[in-house]
Nanobody, 113 residues
Framework: VQLQAYGGGLVQPGGSLRLSCAAS????????VDWYRQAPGKQREWVAT???????NYVDSVKGRFTISRDNAKNTVYLQMNNLKPEDTAVYYC????????WGQGTLVTVSS
């Protein structure tokens, strides 16, 4: 089982990025998928969840700016991030629990002018 998170980069405040989390060896379709992030010097925090029924939940700090979605045909989950702020700078990880706790390797998002 492997989760591959990608799509991070350097963006100016107010900009947008879309992160992707692609799975191999496991099907996302029957599982919840989460995004977490870890900022420099801080603990990892939960950001968003999409359930297998496509219900979504977000941490308050990203509500209205981030959107989590899934494409079961591509076995991929996305995190669309709009109106990015410097405090969104972090390494972003995807995660799913399915007969095991699986994490992607992380993708760095840097929001800076």
């Amino acid at each position: 089982v492997q989760l591959q998170a990608y799509g991070g980069g350097l963006v100016q405040p107010g900009g947008s990025l879309r992160l992707s989390c692609a799975a191999s060896g496991i099907s996302f379709s029957g599982n919840n998928v989460d995004w977490y992030r870890q900022a420099p010097g801080k603990q990892r925090e939960w950001v968003a969840t999409i359930t297998r029924g496509k219900n979504t939940n977000y941490v308050d700090s990203v509500k209205g700016r981030f959107t989590i979605s899934r494409d079961n045909a591509k076995n991929t989950v996305y995190l669309q991030m709009n109106n990015l702020k410097p405090e969104d700078t972090a390494v972003y990880y995807c995660r799913t629990i399915a007969a095991g706790d699986y994490w992607g390797q992380g993708t760095l998002v840097t929001v800076s002018s």
